[in-house]
C-alpha cells in the first residue's frame, strides 16, 4: 500500500563570523557558509536531515520543529562535518524519543570527533562559546532506508564529495533527494578536503544523483531563498570542472582564488574559495 503523501521543508541557518585569521586580500574576515537541514513530514510524524552546528541554530531549528506539530521520529546526519551535525544533542534533549542515525561510516566519524581534541582545536577556536558543550554521534544505521508513515526514505551512500564517506537521502515517492553537502546551491564549495581525485570521485557522486531524477534537490549550503532546483547539481559539477581548469592555468593561491571569482563573482562566501585555493596551491 502506498504512504501516506509527504511533505519537506528546509531551513538555512544564515551565515556566520568565524575566526579565522587567514584572510584573502580582499576580505576583512571570514565567514561560514550558510547550512541547511531539511524536515520531511508525514501526518502525524516527521524526520529531520542533519542538525546543524551552534547551540543557537539547533535550539532555532528544534522550535522549527515544534510548530510543525509533528511527532519527531528520527534525525538522520548526511555526512561527518560538526556543522551539519554538532546541534543533535541539543536536538535530542528537546525530543528524547527521536533516535539519531547515520550511515555506519558516518556514525564512525562522528564518534571518533567526539572523543578526540578536534572539537576543542578547531571548531571552539573559530566559535568560541557557541558549540554546543555536550556532542551526540548518532547510531549506525541498519540497513540503507528509513520508514516515514509507509514511505522509504533510502539512503545512498554517495563516497567522497567534500569529504569522506557522504550520503545523501532519497525519497521517492516525493522526488526528493537531500544531498548535504555533495550539492552545492549559489555557495562556493569546501575544496579543502578534495584534491583532484577527490574532485574526480565528486564528480562521480554527482552522476549518482542525477541518476535518480529528483524533482527537488536540497543543498547542504545553499544561498538563503534559492530554489532547492536539479539544476544545482549540474552547477556543482560546473564548478568543480571550472576549478580544475583554473587550477591547471594557475601557480599560486591568489592566482585560482582571483580565476574563480572572475567566474563565479556572485556566490556566497569567497572566503571559503580562499581555503580551497589554499589548499590547492599551498
Not at 540503507?144 to 563516497?159: F, K, Q, T
Request: charged share 20%.
Amino acid at each position: 500500500m502506498p504512504g501516506t503523501p509527504l511533505s519537506w521543508s528546509v531551513h538555512t541557518a544564515p551565515s556566520i563570523p568565524t575566526e579565522v585569521s587567514d584572510l584573502p586580500p580582499d576580505l576583512p574576515r571570514r565567514m561560514w557558509s550558510p547550512i541547511t537541514a531539511t524536515l520531511i513530514t508525514g501526518e502525524r510524524d516527521a524526520v529531520l536531515v542533519d542538525a546543524l552546528m551552534t547551540t543557537e541554530q539547533a535550539g532555532r531549528l528544534a522550535d522549527l520543529v515544534t510548530e510543525s506539530g509533528k511527532n519527531l521520529t528520527t534525525v538522520f546526519v548526511t555526512h561527518g562535518h560538526g556543522d551539519h551535525w554538532f546541534g543533535l544533542g541539543t536536538l535530542l534533549e528537546r525530543f528524547p524519543h527521536a533516535r539519531a542515525v547515520a550511515a555506519p561510516a558516518v556514525a564512525a566519524q562522528m564518534k571518533e570527533q567526539t572523543a578526540s581534541d578536534s572539537v576543542a582545536a578547531l571548531w571552539n577556536t573559530r566559535f568560541p562559546g557557541r558549540i554546543p558543550g555536550r556532542l551526540v554521534a548518532a547510531q549506525p544505521l541498519d540497513g540503507d532506508r528509513l520508514d516515514l508513515e509507509g514511505n522509504d526514505l533510502v539512503v545512498v551512500e554517495l563516497g567522497h564529495t567534500d569529504t569522506d564517506d557522504t550520503t545523501c537521502l532519497h525519497v521517492p515517492s516525493i522526488g526528493l533527494v537531500v544531498a548535504g553537502d555533495a550539492v552545492y546551491n549559489d555557495v562556493h564549495l569546501y575544496l579543502a578536503e578534495s584534491p583532484a581525485e577527490g574532485r574526480r570521485a565528486w564528480l562521480h557522486a554527482l552522476d549518482t544523483i542525477a541518476a535518480l531524477e529528483p524533482r527537488t534537490v536540497i543543498a547542504g549550503h545553499k544561498r538563503p531563498g534559492r530554489p532547492d532546483d536539479p539544476a544545482n547539481i549540474a552547477e556543482t559539477a560546473q564548478y568543480l570542472h571550472d576549478f580544475e581548469t583554473v587550477a591547471a592555468r594557475t601557480t599560486t593561491t591568489v592566482e585560482l582564488y582571483r580565476g574563480m571569482l572572475e567566474l563565479y563573482p556572485d556566490r556566497v562566501n569567497q572566503g571559503a574559495l580562499w581555503g580551497s585555493a589554499r589548499s590547492a596551491k599551498g
